[in-house]
T-cell receptor
Framework: DQQVKQNSPSLSVQEGRISILNCDYTNSMFDYFLWYKKYPAEGPTFLISISSIKDKNEDGRFTVFLNKSAKHLSLHIVPSQPGDSAVYFCAADSGGSYIPTFGRGTSLIVHP | GAGVSQSPSNKVTEKGKDVELRCDPISGHTALYWYRQSLGQGLEFLIYFQGNSAPDKSGLPSDRFSAERTGGSVSTLTIQRTQQEDSAVYLC?????????????FGSGTRLTVV
């Protein structure tokens, strides 16, 4: 039973355009959400997070949107760059857990 | 060290053998996590150590899996009598405090292949 779902295994975008990666969750206890980026043969690296008290968090080219009523979050990358090509994992945890639950990841390819 | 170090980076073992995977967390980090990523799957939680507290072993898939953390620093994940379904990338992460995943730093992982 997947509590964090990334239904698109892959996404292809042209350089300069917007990349939108989606994530859905089922556990209403989740109150903190994170995005990680992973290059081949490397460990995941933290990208951006959002608390459930917010609906948007922005960091440079990266913005995460949270829709609690829909149990949905998305990561927007604009403008997309070839160096953004990687696997992006959505993760969620609750204040009492401290153990993030990860989705299966979405492989983003940004074409020059 | 500057980051989380895992060894070996790659391990090929025969079915039925035991393997040990090592994780050196960032110095001073009190929380340590083991995850694994099987082909086409997400990161699956295995075990969590926090300071001197009893570890949270709720993610270990079977009693063939065990882990320890000596002196609150280095951790070893042991898989006994390996099976082909154990083949995965095993990732270790550490954090200076529990919660808020932005504080987790992952190692590069150990790719385990059971033949």
């Amino acid at each position: 039973d997947q509590q964090v779902k990334q239904n698109s295994p892959s996404l292809s975008v042209q350089e300069g355009r917007i990349s939108i990666l989606n994530c859905d969750y089922t556990n209403s206890m989740f109150d903190y959400f994170l995005w990680y980026k992973k290059y081949p043969a490397e460990g995941p690296t933290f990208l951006i997070s959002i608390s459930s008290i917010k609906d948007k968090n922005e960091d440079g080219r990266f913005t995460v949107f949270l829709n609690k009523s829909a149990k949905h979050l998305s990561l927007h990358i604009v403008p997309s760059q070839p160096g953004d090509s990687a696997v992006y994992f959505c993760a969620a945890d609750s204040g009492g857990s401290y153990i993030p639950t990860f989705g299966r990841g979405t492989s983003l390819i940004v074409h020059p | 060290g500057a980051g989380v170090s895992q060894s070996p980076s790659n391990k090929v073992t025969e079915k039925g053998k035991d393997v040990e995977l090592r994780c050196d967390p960032i110095s001073g980090h009190t929380a340590l996590y083991w995850y694994r990523q099987s082909l086409g799957q997400g990161l699956e939680f295995l075990i969590y150590f926090q300071g001197n507290s009893a570890p949270d072993k709720s993610g270990l898939p079977s009693d063939r899996f065990s882990a320890e953390r000596t002196g609150g620093s280095v951790s070893t994940l042991t898989i006994q009598r390996t099976q082909q379904e154990d083949s995965a990338v095993y990732l270790c992460a550490s954090s200076g405090f529990a919660g808020t995943g932005g504080g987790y730093t992952f190692g590069s992982g150990t790719r385990l292949t059971v033949v």
